[in-house]
């Protein structure tokens, strides 16, 4: 049997973490991102198919590029927090299953499905997006996960020749716990959730 | 400045969990599944949308209904979990924006748009998906989420005369280890990231 992790822990990482949006000036390390990565890639996909492909946008001329396809409200954010994660998924990862679920044909099952293939690659590149903030808050990091940007237009300007596609960004870094605002409500458990 | 959490709770929600696919003959608590809701609840959705909905399958009537829906293979993994988990997205998900996400005209964002809803449901309701993977583990569980089932017919037998569409399904419980095959090979960092 195993326990709980301790109180601390989770409130690192869901009870009391929250989603940033002003950020303090420090800088990411390097390090600290493949670490991320080589976290988050150990949570479960179906036949371990792992579509998500991550850029880590960090230099002031990545970051250019980046703010034009950003709702203006997102720029400001983007553009203050040290590091901003572009995830998205990969429409070919069916071509890696042979790599990754070598114990099945599992390449075959998607070949030619594309409704199966665009379904899978966007559930379990979203699973990914997920398992990336947590990751990031069992780091230590802040996160401010955003959707409102061009997705097409991203995807152009940074996947250009390959069929990865965007689906949402993720400020991270440190944030500046002052400018939060108070954190919005939750449902209840029987307002979503029953037990048959 | 906050450190990153334990090495064990580390290991406990990524590093070294594994999906499950045999079960101890071992039930799971009502409270505890109240528990795993209200801890994966406070993870992030954009707009706070919350559009997952969760329906605990237990009872043996109640997998009596689930098994015939579900592939072959997935069907004695169910049977033998102390309860199997449905994770729904709810399409009109919208409609509680204004409890949600009170200060501001969110619903208007989204009715009539249905595209969007649709992508937003299917997004977010899987992050919290995967938010709810990671809080079972948190909680001492062991997890094994499936999508091998016909998902029309799930909707029909569980979710009829609501706009829930089911997302995947995860079997909770004790998990038999001694039937763990090894772990399946991940990516490398520069396989999937990059850093500009």
Redesign the interface.
Known sequence: ??????A???D????Q?R?HNAWQPRELS?EL??KL????????T?A?C?P????????NE?KARLKPLLMESNQPKMLAAP?CAILGYDLRFYD?LP?????DNAKAWFEGNDDLIRQ?A??NG??????F???AR????D?G???GFDNAAVDQEFFKGTEVKS??LCNIG?GDASEL?PR????S?DE?????
Chains 1, 2 share one sequence.
């Open positions: 049997m195993t326990n709980a992790i301790d601390a822990a989770l690192q990482i869901f009870l973490a989603t390097d991102q493949r990565v080589d976290i988050m890639k150990m949570g479960p179906s371990n792992s998500a492909r991550i850029i880590f946008v960090k230099s990545a590091v890696h790599q990754l679920f070598p114990h899978t966007f559930r979203t699973l990914q997006g997920a398992y903030i947590i990751a069992a780091l230590g990091l996160t996960p955003m959707s689906n949402f440190y605002f919005s409500p939750r449902f458990f979503i959730a029953r037990i048959i």
